[in-house]
């Protein structure tokens, strides 16, 4: 008989056909893409299983793989963050875990520019501006902002992610690009010119910083009063990899004090963000909803992957992206 696999989530349609056509795995499927499945609900369906495709609203614990027993022994998620997975847990029972890097990096990259750019000059706080009457006359430092040409942008976790978007911000004549991590990164950094620099130096340097590293217990609210008062108070902070890596309401106190100048989020803790969160009283903070990797493309390359991952598992094989654990 045949491998039986649970799918946490109505993926786009090209991992299902994958899935579907292989003619290797049954699987049941969370049928909705609008509401996630509820914990109750996947902690039944995931009994007995030997493959699981998840999404990254999913926590993959303790309970849940004691739930799902042991048969299951690939793990596959459509994402490429790896922080709602408890992977010493996964370790200790062998299962392998594919996930979905690489695909998405332009999809995230051109985000981060455009959440950068809407954020540094003001284009939300303008277009309400211009709708509700705000415009009396084109006046000489109404909605001024601040400009890439010139700056210094500072990476915060080099990687692919962190490479791409200084790929595409360098043609706007940025002057220096410098990142931190826990060890410098010669090779991803001589392909953006990047000088390698201390967390301090970072915080201190940076005209733009753009928050690009996984959340891991280390990296866990390293964005905190102790980053922010170090920034310029002209800095426009970005964060596009995980909610978790900051503390909201320093963040929070930094905006509305005018420590920094503005920030641009796609992450945050929790998601959805409450619409009653005191981050979005502010004029200077631009949230978006967790949208970096959205683009049709993208996503159905990840839903591609991602299913592409399982059955290679779940064959005993080399995934095409498989996360070391
Ligand atoms: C998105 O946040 C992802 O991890 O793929
Ligand atoms: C701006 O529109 C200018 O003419 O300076």
């Known amino acids: ?20 056509e292989s003619g290797q795995v049954q699987f049941e499927l969370w049928d909705s893409d609008d509401v996630p499945v509820p914990r109750e609900e996947l902690l039944k369906k995931v009994k007995g299983v030997d493959g699981l495709l ?5 926590k993959i614990d303790t309970e849940l793989l004691e739930t799902a027993g042991p048969n299951l022994k690939v ?11 408890s992977l010493e847990e996964l370790k200790t029972r062998g299962i392998r875990v594919g996930y979905t890097p690489d695909v998405l990096t332009d ?3 051109e985000l981060t520019v455009a959440l950068l750019l809407t954020t540094s000059r003001r284009l939300i706080e303008a277009t309400h501006e211009a709708k509700t009457g705000g415009w009396g006359t084109w006046r ?4 001024c902002g601040h400009e890439l040409a010139n700056s210094t942008v500072g990476i915060l976790g080099l990687g692919r992610i962190g490479v791409a978007i200084a790929e595409r911000l360098a043609p706007f004549k940025v002057k220096k690009f410098i990142y931190t991590d826990v060890v410098p990164r010669p090779e991803l950094a001589s392909l953006i010119n990047a000088e390698y620099v201390s967390f301090e130096e970072l915080a201190e340097q940076s005209d733009f910083l753009s928050v690009c590293c996984a959340l891991t217990p280390e990296t866990k609210e390293i964005c905190n009063k102790n980053l922010f008062s170090k920034m310029k108070n002209t800095a426009i902070f970005i964060n596009t990899s995980r909610g978790g890596v900051v503390n909201q309401e320093d963040l929070y106190e930094a905006l509305s004090t005018g420590q920094i100048a503005g920030a641009g989020l796609d992450v945050t803790v929790p998601e959805p963000l409450p619409t009653t969160h005191p981050l979005f009283t502010l004029k200077n903070c631009v949230i978006l909803p967790h949208i970096a990797s959205a683009s049709y493309s993208t ?9 592409n991952n399982l059955l290679r598992g779940l064959r005993g094989e080399p995934m095409i992206k498989e996360l070391k654990l």
Do not use: K
Not at 1 to 20: A, C, S
Not at 78 to 84: L, Q, Y
Not at 140 to 143: F, G, Q
């Open 107 to 109: 999809s995230v990259a």
């Open 1 to 20: 008989t045949l491998p039986r696999v649970y799918v946490t989530r109505q993926i786009p349609p090209e991992g299902l056909r994958i899935l579907r």
């Open 75 to 85: 793990l596959s998620t459509m994402s490429v963050g790896f922080d709602h997975l």
């Open 140 to 143: 000489t430092l109404w909605l």
């Open 54 to 58: 998840c999404v990254l609203t999913e």
């Open 299 to 307: 996503r159905n390359a990840m839903s591609s992957l991602a299913a």
